[in-house]
C-alpha cells in the first residue's frame, strides 16, 4: 500500500500542485482546505503524515499540531510557510516538527522532508507493533511467573527469589524457565530488558 499524505493548506492552487507532486512520487494524497475538515475525516491507519501550513484562515497549523499531540495523534508534521521566522521554526522543531520550509517550497526539499516524515511514522509504527506484541506475550504469564521475573529482573538470584515469594529454588527455576518460554527470551539478559520496557509502557 502506499504511504498517505495529508496536506492542510488554505490555498487550493498550491494544495492542487502539491498533491500533483507527491503523486507523481507514487503517494497517496488526501487534501484538506481547513483545519476543521482535516479534524473531520478519519484517518487511515497506514504509513502517513501530515503537511500543514502554518496559518490556515484564521486558524493555527502550530495549534492543531499541539492538538493533535494532545490527543495522542503522533502523525509526523512537517510546516509549510510564507511568513515564518526563525522563533517560529525554532517552536516548531521543538514541538517535535519533522521540518519547517518556507514558501514557495523547493521540490527537492519538500520530497526529503516528506521522506524524512514518512520514516518517522514507519519506525513509530514498528516500534508500537513490537510492544504490542510484549504485551500480549507477558499476558501469557501466570501471577507467579510474572512476580518472579519482576525479581529476576531486578538482580535477584534463584536462592533469594525462593526466599522472597516463599518458595523452593528448584520451583523458582521452573517458573523463570516457563517465563522466558512464554516471553521468547533467548537469554536471561533478554528477559530484562523485555521486563524494563514493560515498566516504561
Known amino acids: 500500500m502506499k504511504p498517505l499524505v495529508y496536506i492542510v493548506d488554505d ?4 494544495r492542487d500542485a502539491l498533491a ?3 503523486r507523481s512520487a507514487d503517494m497517496d494524497v488526501a487534501t484538506f482546505g481547513s483545519v476543521a475538515d482535516f479534524a473531520a475525516h478519519c484517518r487511515d491507519d497506514r504509513n502517513s503524515c501530515l503537511l500543514l501550513d502554518v496559518r490556515l484562515g484564521g486558524h493555527s497549523g ?4 499541539a492538538d493533535l499531540k494532545a490527543q495522542g495523534c503522533h502523525l509526523p508534521v512537517v510546516f509549510m510557510t510564507g511568513f515564518g521566522d526563525i522563533p517560529m521554526s525554532v517552536r516548531a522543531m521543538k514541538a517535535g516538527a519533522v521540518d519547517f520550509l518556507a514558501k514557495p517550497v523547493r521540490v527537492e ?3 526529503e522532508a516528506v521522506g524524512q516524515a514518512l520514516a518517522r511514522d514507519a519506525a513509530s509504527r514498528s516500534e508500537d507493533a513490537a510492544r504490542a506484541d510484549l504485551r500480549r506475550r507477558y499476558a501469557t504469564l501466570t501471577p507467579r511467573e510474572r512476580e518472579i521475573m519482576a525479581l ?3 538482580g535477584l538470584m534463584n536462592k533469594q527469589i525462593a526466599a522472597e515469594v516463599g518458595t523452593s ?3 523458582v527455576k521452573i517458573h523463570r524457565g516457563q517465563a522466558m518460554k512464554k ?4 537469554t536471561f ?13
Request: charged content about 30%.
Open 183 to 186: 516471553m521468547q527470551a533467548k
Open 20 to 22: 500533483s507532486l507527491l
Open 169 to 171: 529454588e528448584i520451583t
Open 62 to 65: 502550530m495549534d492543531l499540531h
Open 109 to 111: 526539499e519538500l520530497l
Open 189 to 201: 539478559a533478554d528477559l530484562v530488558r523485555m521486563a524494563e520496557a514493560l515498566e516504561n509502557r
Open 152 to 154: 529476576a529482573a531486578r
Open 11 to 14: 490555498d487550493a492552487a498550491l
